[in-house]
């Protein structure tokens, strides 16, 4: 009944071919079943993309990233400097936009 029921979306996922399945039950087609152990990395926690602030945002979140995959900073470390990272890179939009609910810099 539904397209996100595994079901439904496992037989279009596959047809497309460029659709990792993220649900439980359904599988991918064959062009990205190799992708599948990429999306279970730990960045998943981190689903935000970087691309969605500023530029500088987005070397910052990367930085943070690869800090984290080299076991530079742990999980928590990681997630406070992405916080941070958001909140600067948000106000900063703010500022850039002139919206008028922007906080106090």
């Not at 397209?3 to 991918?28: C, K």
């Not at 900063?92 to 922007?102: E, G, I, P, R």
Request: hydrophobic share 40%.
């Amino acid at each position: 009944m539904y397209v996100s029921a595994p079901q439904n979306f496992g037989p279009l996922a596959t047809d497309l071919g460029s659709f990792i399945p993220m649900m439980a039950g359904a599988e991918a087609g064959p062009v990205m079943a190799g992708f599948q152990d990429i999306a279970k990395l730990p960045e998943r926690l981190f689903s935000d993309p970087d691309s969605r602030l500023t530029l500088e945002t987005a070397d910052q979140w990367s930085q943070a990233m690869q800090a984290y995959f080299l076991g530079q900073t742990d999980e928590t470390a990681t997630k406070e400097a992405l916080q941070k990272i958001w909140m600067d890179g948000s106000k900063a939009l703010c500022v850039a936009n002139k919206y008028d609910w922007c906080p106090a810099s």
